[in-house]
C-alpha cells in the first residue's frame, strides 16, 4: 500500500479508464474511486479484479446485493416482453406496483401513487402537489390579494438536486449558487420545536405577515447530513402544528424506506415517527434494486385528486421494466423476511463496531441498515479510504463520521468480516 494520492492505489486497467472519465464526464462526483466490472450478492469486483465487501450498496440502492437471480429474472423477462411504452399505454407491472406500495404503506382508501425515476423527481412531485394543496387554503392567491403558501424544510434536509427539490436541500454550498430558487421554501433547526411554531406563526393579514403554510417536508433520519434522526417527539410535534393549521406532512423516505431501516417504511417505526401518519411519503433509492424509479404516494382520496391530467408527468414515468425490478425487489423483501434481517444485521454491526475497542470510533447511530459510526476525530475520508482498500466499500458521509448501508441480503458472516477490517483501521490516521 502506498500512501501517496489515491491513483497510486488503483490497478492498470483501473488507472486507464479513469484517465478516460476525466476526459468525457463532466466533473461533477470527483475522481471515481474504482471502475467497477461486477458484482454478486454483497461483493464487487472491480476491473482489476479486487474483491470488495460492499457496506455502501451503491448508496441504499441495491437492496438485493448485486445480480440476485429473481431481480435478473424479472427484468430479463420484461425486456423480453416490452421495456416501455409511455403514458398513453398501462403495463401490469406499474399497476401492480402502485398497488403494492399503498398496501406497504398502510395508506388509506384512496391513496395514489406518482411514480418518477429518481428521489429528486418524487420530490418534485410531492412539492407541486403541495403547491396546488397551498392554494386552496384561504389567503394564499395572491391574485386575489392573499400571499403564496409557504413550505418549510429542515436545516440539514436533503431533498435532491433538481431545482425545486434543491429548493427544500439545506446545505448552502449545493444550493446557493443556483439561487433565486422556488420561493416561499423556509429552513427551521431540526428538533427545535418552538422554531417550527415560530415559522407557523408568522402566517398573517398584516404587511409583514406571510402566507399560510401549505407544507413541511423532512427525513426522519437525514441521511446525507450523516445518519441524524430528527427525533420522534419532534416528528409528533410537527404533525400536530401541521393539523392545526391545516398544512401537509411530507415525509422523504427516499433513503429511510423500501425495508432499509427495518420497517417498509421509516415512519412505520414510532421510535423514529411518534407513530405519526403522513400526507405524502417519497420513496426511490432502494425500490426497484438498482433500477431508476421513485415516486410518492399522497395519502387519501382528497389530496391525490388535485392531480389531474397535464398537472405533472414523465416520459419514462411507470416504466414497466422499473416496474418489474420493484416488483422483485419487494417480492424476495417480503418473502425472505429482510425486514427482520435488517434489524438483526443491523443491531449486530452497530454493537459488533463498539466491541472492536478501536480507539478511533466513538459511537453508532441510525436504525436497521441505515447506520453510521461516529469518529473520534475528522478523518472520514482517511478511514474510508483505508478500508477500501482492505476490501470493504463504506461511505465518508460527514468529516467525522462513516455510512454504513449494505444490502439488506447480508449474511451475519459479511458483517462480521466487514466488522474486523473495520477493527484494522489506525486510530491516528491523519485529518482529512
Ligand atoms: C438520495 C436522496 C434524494 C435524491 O434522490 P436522487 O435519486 O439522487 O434524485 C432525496 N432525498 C433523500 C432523503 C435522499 O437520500
Known sequence: MTTDGQLEQLGTKDKAWLGKYSQVHMNVFGTPLRVMDHGKGARIWDIDGNEYLDFLAGIAVNSLGYAHPAW?????????????????????????????????AGAPEGSHVYFGNSGAEGNEAA?????????????ALPEQGGKPARIISMVHGFHGR??????????????????????????????DVEALKAAFDATGTAADGKGPVAAVIMELIQGEAGVMPVGAEYVRQARQLCDEHHALLIIDEVQTGVGRTGSWFAFQQKELSGGVTPDIITFAKGVAGGFPMGGMIAFGQQLSDLFTPGSHGSTFAGNPLGAAAALATLGVIEHDDLLANAQARGKQLREGIMATGNPLFKST????????????????????????????????????????????????????????????????????
Not at 127 to 139: E, W
Not at 173 to 182: A, G, T
Open 162 to 191: 433538481t431545482l425545486g427539490a434543491l429548493s427544500a436541500t439545506w446545505k448552502p454550498v449545493i444550493r446557493e449558487p443556483f439561487e433565486p430558487l422556488v420561493p416561499a421554501v423556509e429552513f427551521v433547526e431540526p428538533g
Open 72 to 104: 435478473v429474472k424479472a427484468v430479463s423477462e420484461q425486456a423480453a416482453k416490452v421495456a416501455h411504452t409511455s403514458n398513453y399505454f398501462a403495463t401490469e407491472p406499474q399497476i401492480e406496483l402502485a398497488a403494492k406500495l399503498v398496501k406497504l
Open 365 to 432: 447511530r441510525g436504525a436497521g441498515l441505515l447506520d453510521a459510526v461516529e469518529l473520534a476525530h475528522p478523518c472520514a475520508h482517511a478511514a474510508m479510504n483505508w478500508m477500501l482498500e482492505h476490501g470493504l466499500i463504506v461511505n465518508a458521509v460527514a468529516p467525522d463520521a462513516l455510512r454504513l448501508a449494505p444490502p439488506l441480503i447480508v449474511s451475519a458472516q459479511d458483517v462480521d468480516e466487514a466488522v474486523s477490517i473495520m477493527a484494522g483501521v489506525p486510530a491516528d490516521l491523519a485529518d482529512d
Open 127 to 139: 412539492i407541486k402537489l403541495a403547491k396546488l394543496y397551498g392554494r386552496t387554503l384561504p389567503g
